[in-house]
């Protein structure tokens, strides 16, 4: 299990930036960039992205009471839009590279490549809602 996420010191009325947001919290920033692609919501038009405190706070206490938000897996982080969005065509490339597994693809608004890891484990239920094109890479040393 990763390890919980706090609560105690998240301001409701602040606005952090990812790496606030993800030192505050006691996770790292890319924990922060997979909260933000499984629902997580940042202010709209900000760069770099700004996440309200009390987002975060119903984002945490929602993850412990093990809600579930479906869209997550066909989801990416775009980094231009600020905010998840799916894969354009709902196509994405999946790259294997020993136990290193990462789904990139193009923001279905603005065509910026996204990317997110994942668990090689969840390849077949992704392949459900996405066009995986799959490729393993040989590790070089
Ligand atoms: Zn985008």
């Known amino acids: 299990m990763p390890k919980q996420a706090r609560l105690s010191g998240i301001k409701s009325l602040w606005c952090y930036k990812i790496e606030e947001a993800a030192e505050v919290s006691g996770v790292s920033p890319r924990t922060i960039g997979n909260w933000i692609a499984n629902g997580l919501r940042v202010m709209n038009g900000e760069r770099p992205p700004l996440i309200r405190g009390d987002d975060l706070r119903d984002y945490i206490k929602g993850q412990r009471e093990g809600r579930k938000i479906k869209t997550a897996l066909d ?67």
């Open 75 to 141: 989801r990416f982080f775009c980094v231009r839009c600020s905010k998840a969005q799916k894969a354009a065509g709902g196509f994405a490339d999946c790259n294997i590279t020993g136990n290193h597994v990462t789904l990139t693809a193009l923001c279905e608004v603005c065509e910026t490549v996204v990317s997110k890891p994942i668990v090689e484990a969840r390849i077949p239920e992704i392949a459900r809602t996405l066009d995986l094109t799959i490729k393993r890479h040989e590790k070089t040393l």
